[in-house]
């Protein structure tokens, strides 16, 4: 769906797509910021959490609507902790963090902080989550090298 001015579209008929919701605008409806390339149209622009999510369309290349979804879960998909906006004190931040894949940059899922930062300790792999696993379930890890030296 392209938003339509017949007498725009005769002198520039240019036009891109919006980075909010994939609308295909005319660029004179389309604002370009000063330091950065994605374009939103008028309606993303009035959208009540513009400034929190034009940044995370164009990181994750997700659409509002997507990012509506995200930011309405109250829970994380790991530990299951409520959600809380900011830091808190005397206690840990519960704040939701779009956990993403590194290499490919396919969103994973909405987690917490405390989840967030556990993932990127262990590398953010599979592989590393597994190795914490086995050495819960493993019990004592320096006893068992400790019989394998002698």
């Known amino acids: 769906?392209?938003?339509?001015?017949?007498?725009?579209?005769?002198?520039?008929?240019?036009?891109?797509?919006c980075k909010g919701c994939g609308v295909d605008v005319y660029l004179r409806q389309a604002r370009v910021h000063a330091r950065i390339t994605n374009k939103y149209c008028r309606s993303c622009r009035d959208h009540p959490h513009y400034g929190k999510f034009h940044k995370a369309?164009?990181?994750?290349?997700?659409?509002?609507s997507e990012?509506?979804?995200?930011?309405?879960?109250?829970?994380?998909?790991?530990?299951?902790t409520v959600f809380t906006e900011g830091t808190h004190k005397g206690s840990a931040t519960t704040e939701r963090h779009i956990d993403h894949c590194h290499t490919t940059g396919?969103?994973?899922?909405?987690?917490?902080?405390?989840?967030?930062?556990?993932?990127?300790?262990?590398?953010?792999?599979?592989?590393?989550?597994?190795?914490?696993?086995?050495?819960?379930?493993?019990?004592?890890?320096?006893e068992n090298r400790l019989r394998h030296r002698n």
């Open 1 to 17: 769906m392209v938003v339509y001015n017949k007498e725009y579209e005769e002198r520039s008929p240019k036009t891109v797509t």
């Open 106 to 142: 396919a969103v994973r899922g909405v987690i917490c902080a405390r989840c967030n930062l556990a993932l990127g300790s262990l590398g953010d792999t599979a592989e590393g989550v597994q190795r914490a696993l086995d050495y819960l379930k493993g019990g004592n890890y320096a």
């Open 67 to 80: 990012l509506d979804i995200i930011y309405n879960m109250t829970n994380c998909q790991i530990c299951e």
């Open 57 to 64: 369309a164009g990181r994750y290349n997700l659409h509002f």
